[in-house]
């Protein structure tokens, strides 16, 4: 899987545009720069607001970011998350969950 739509509970209002689900996209390497591997698996709020606005469509800034709910920040970090996982995790997750 390389994008991901994730549709947010409480939309988010930019200007006069109201945003109700933003597509993620599988990060390469160049997308992480400036992050913490780390931070960003614990969903640390202020790496993911470095990371979300490089692989969001429509694209987010980190004010954005900021002022999403919690609850479609988890959802999105989540989703992110599952970016980062090895194929051969994914495969067994899966098997587990039958």
Do not use: C, H, W, Y
């Amino acid at each position: 899987m390389t994008t991901v739509t994730v549709i947010l509970d409480t939309p988010l209002t930019r200007g006069e545009t109201t945003i109700t689900s933003i597509e993620l996209r599988k990060p390469d390497s160049g997308a992480l720069r400036g992050t913490n591997l780390q931070d960003l698996i614990q969903l640390d709020v202020n790496a993911l607001a470095k990371v979300l606005p490089r692989i969001s469509t429509p694209t987010l800034t980190e004010a954005d970011v900021f002022r999403l709910d919690p609850a479609d920040l988890i959802q999105l970090g989540s989703e992110f998350a599952g970016f980062l996982a090895p194929k051969a995790a994914l495969a067994q997750a899966r098997s587990l969950s039958e």
